[in-house]
């Protein structure tokens, strides 16, 4: 499985962003978004199964959102309200199996998107 992740950049707090992820290869069921700033370690944003199934890391409940597209193969992150806080190189990840917030257990990694909250 190869992930291809897009849609990072720099945007103003309080503004939005919007992240895409899209996969080749077979199919997997959980689909996940992690983060890492700099200096810290990788850390869950939120996680989709095939059935539709959402977890969102209590930071962001509220103001991000995780969907998938089945037929696409491809799982997104629609990212409201930022704060600086948000900044960080952004990982999807996928796994065949149930849907897990450790990133350990993922078996397939994309490459990384940049997203900075900056004025």
């Known amino acids: 499985v190869q992930l291809q992740a897009s849609g990072g950049g720099l945007v103003q707090p309080g503004g939005s962003l919007g992240l895409s992820c899209a996969a080749s290869?077979?199919?997997?069921?959980?689909m996940a978004w992690f983060r890492q700033a700099l200096g810290k370690e990788r850390a869950f944003v939120a996680v989709?199964?095939?059935?539709?199934?959402?977890l969102h890391a209590d930071s962001v409940k509220g103001r991000f959102t995780i969907s998938r597209d089945n037929a696409k193969n491809t799982v997104y992150l629609q990212m409201n309200k930022l704060r600086p806080e948000d900044t960080a190189v952004y990982y999807c990840a996928a796994r065949q199996s149930v849907i897990t917030t450790s990133p350990q257990y993922y078996d397939y990694w994309g490459q990384g998107t940049q997203v900075t909250v900056s004025s």
């Open positions: 989709v199964s095939r059935g539709g199934t959402t």
């Open positions: 290869g077979r199919t997997t069921n959980a």
